[in-house]
């Protein structure tokens, strides 16, 4: 039969939790922009790329509402493609992982990361 839903994150599970209360960060003026200041949440993010059998390559994307998935980070996997990182990100946004597999760049579930904890 058809793979059932789960399948995707049984392979490449993914689990993003905010950590920290919504900021504010102020970005750099780059060229003739002004720089701006733009909330922003500390997310914690935690997953496993299989079949990993060595560190390998992991980018962390981000994207707004609408909007197309951004590298916002890179980091290593150990040698069973687990990895954990933090990000900031705007709130709202989904996150994903990728990693390389066979020459491409495989891609898990997105996630819309989980409230802070009380």
Not at 10 to 36: D, L
Not at 59 to 64: C, G, I, K, S, V
Request: net charge positive; with cysteine.
């Amino acid at each position: 039969g058809d793979a059932k839903p789960a399948l995707a994150m049984f392979r490449a599970p993914i689990v993003a939790r905010v950590t920290s209360v919504t900021r504010r960060v102020c970005t750099a003026p780059v060229g003739n922009k002004r720089g701006s200041i733009t909330k922003v949440q500390l997310v914690s993010v935690w997953g496993r790329a299989r079949p990993a059998r060595s560190a390998t390559s992991i980018r962390l994307q981000e994207r707004a509402a609408g909007g197309s998935f951004v590298t916002a980070h890179t980091t290593t996997s150990d040698s069973n493609g687990i990895f954990g990182s933090q990000l900031a990100v705007p709130p709202g946004v989904q996150i994903r992982f990728q990693w390389l597999q066979g020459g491409s760049w495989q891609s898990s579930p997105e996630v819309t990361p989980a409230g802070q904890p009380s």
